[in-house]
């Protein structure tokens, strides 16, 4: 499935936060435009992007998410030494 068609299918606000992004909309514009504060645009653009990465290739026909822990960076409390 296309970029385009995947994002039809996000909940709005996912969709809107990606397509301000491939705008080039910086994260203040794109927090202001959706009436959030700036700190949740890091955590709305990685859901926004599993999000559509399901869509895209849903987990039980493909490898979507597959190795995604592992290229994340390690986040307090998840069991991983940096």
């Given amino acids: 499935?296309?970029?385009?068609?995947?994002?039809?299918?996000?909940p709005a606000v996912y969709a809107r936060a990606l397509r301000l992004r491939d705008l080039g909309v910086d994260d203040d514009r794109v927090a202001q435009f959706l009436d959030i504060p700036a700190e949740s645009i890091p955590a709305l653009f990685r859901i926004a992007e599993a999000k559509l990465m399901e869509i895209s290739e849903p987990l039980g026909q493909g490898t979507a998410l597959e190795g995604y822990r592992d290229r994340a960076p390690p986040r307090e409390g998840d069991g991983r030494v940096s």
């Fill in 1 to 10: 499935m296309d970029r385009a068609s995947a994002l039809r299918q996000l």
